[in-house]
């Protein structure tokens, strides 16, 4: 089923068989002002957070004052440098790679271990090879690593752009030693806390069986991801680090599991057997207790919600996993705002058309515009908050931001529940 896009602020959008790249989004308003977040800051909000890592920042005078919003002080609490390179009329015209290499010499000599060397968007227009210089300035230095984070705005739609990259960037760093995917530890990766961030089943799956876990996080130090390549396992929690788990993968041999994108009780399910199988667990040890519970709430979900339009609006959440699963409950979506396009968006958007339905894809930005093309779809369930003006008869589904930082069948659980709350307090 293709649906119209009969509403007046709709027509300029394409369709999610369309969109094959960030560069496909199109706003849902003209009008974005004060629009995202670059995703410069989204790199060094990211860079501060991880001890041992420095950052130079490569850009114009406006990068350099905005980076120390983000980054006030040039010397982190563990020797870290937080530093700007400012290029010059000249080096607009001509490039910056001679003064840049003596930058990154300094910042050898002052002590840096590790420099992610961040390229906004002059460096990046005027085709600065900063992955060349790296490749001639590493036999120079005394011990910085060095890793390279594009993050030109104009060549993305938001800010989680820059978690993705830069942690890309991390895996460039790591190096492959005797234990390389061999030691009896697994990387859980995730941006929520770390007793909760794959779930309980995955406590019960592991439990007695001497495998040892490491979380990397948002404030995980620079060892831990240089340890991060003896695992035999990367559990990927988080959208943000598929990039990472990618490059692991491609670089070490190091298989991963999307445990972020797995809604269903049968891709929980699978998701948790996959991990059994790689780590040589026997699968009879785990019961999933919560696994009916989520069984009778989808079978509730689709029930009451078949052929019900839907629409995502909350960018704190992965949309097209979501969109695919509410979909695969009988809803039928009609817009999907994405923040970014990222690793497997592609194989969703596929996964989505194939089931008969082609939504809108947009990036919002404009809360003050974007609620009138809304309430003006007027579909029949929203995930995220209600903007003025609202949409009469729309079902709101908010505060899913907290549960992205989850996985597993609880997380599964607090999002049918929420619907089946919000749908009752609707008809009432």
């Known amino acids: 089923m293709i649906q119209d896009s009969t509403a007046s602020g709709l027509k300029h959008l394409r369709r999610l068989s369309a969109v094959k790249s960030e560069r496909a989004i199109e706003m849902l308003t003209p009008a974005a002002n004060p629009g995202s977040h670059c995703p410069m800051h989204t790199t060094l909000s990211l860079a501060g957070r991880m001890a041992g890592v420095s950052t130079l920042v490569i850009g114009m005078p406006e990068c350099g004052t905005y980076s120390k919003m983000v980054i006030p002080e040039?010397?982190?609490?563990?020797?870290?440098?937080?530093?700007?390179?400012?290029?010059?009329?000249?080096?607009?015209?001509?490039?910056c790679s001679k003064g840049l290499g003596e930058a990154i010499k300094e910042m050898d000599a002052a002590g840096a271990r590790a420099i992610l060397l961040i390229v906004t968007c002059i460096p990046n227009l005027i085709a600065e090879d900063v992955e060349l210089l790296v490749q001639e300035m590493e036999p120079q230095l005394s011990t910085a690593m060095l890793a390279v984070v594009q993050a030109a705005h104009f060549t993305c739609s938001s800010y989680p752009t820059g978690y993705w990259r830069t942690l890309a960037a991390m895996g460039s760093l790591m190096e492959e030693g005797p234990e390389t995917g061999t030691a009896r530890t697994m990387?859980?990766?995730?941006?929520?806390?770390q007793r909760t961030a794959a779930g309980p089943?995955?406590?019960?799956?592991?439990?007695?069986?001497?495998?040892?876990?490491?979380?990397?996080g948002p404030g995980s130090a620079l060892e831990d991801y240089l340890e991060a390549p003896e695992a035999s396992l990367n559990i990927v929690a988080s959208p943000h680090f598929a990039e990472l788990a990618a490059v692991m993968e491609k670089r070490f041999g190091i298989p991963s599991v999307q445990l972020?994108?797995?809604?269903?009780?049968t891709e929980i399910e699978q998701a948790y057997e996959r991990i059994a199988e790689l780590l040589d667990i026997p699968q009879q040890k785990a019961t999933y207790p919560a696994r009916q519970e989520v069984l009778a709430l989808e079978r509730e979900i689709e029930a009451r919600m078949k052929g019900v339009t839907f629409a995502i609006t909350e960018g704190c959440v992965d949309p097209l996993p979501l969109a695919a699963y509410f979909t695969r409950l009988g809803l039928e979506p009609v817009l999907i705002h994405m923040e970014g396009f990222g690793h497997g968006d592609?194989?969703?958007?596929?996964?989505?058309v194939?089931?008969?339905f082609d939504p809108l894809v947009c990036h919002m930005a404009s809360p003050e515009t974007d609620g009138a093309v809304i309430a003006e779809l007027s579909p029949g369930l929203c995930v995220g908050r209600p903007l003025i003006p609202r949409a009469q008869g729309t079902v709101?589904?908010?505060?899913q931001a907290t549960s992205a930082a989850t996985c597993g069948f609880g997380r599964s659980i607090r999002l049918l529940e929420s619907l089946s709350k919000a749908m009752a307090m609707q008809q009432e």
């Open 396 to 399: 709101y589904l908010e505060g």
């Open 354 to 356: 194939k089931s008969g």
């Open 260 to 265: 972020h994108s797995a809604y269903s009780c």
């Open 201 to 216: 089943e995955l406590g019960e799956l592991l439990e007695g069986q001497g495998w040892r876990i490491r979380h990397l």
């Open 187 to 193: 990387n859980i990766m995730s941006f929520g806390a």
């Open 74 to 95: 040039p010397f982190g609490k563990a020797g870290e440098l937080h530093w700007v390179y400012l290029l010059d009329g000249n080096e607009v015209v001509f490039g």
């Open 346 to 352: 592609k194989a969703w958007g596929r996964t989505i």
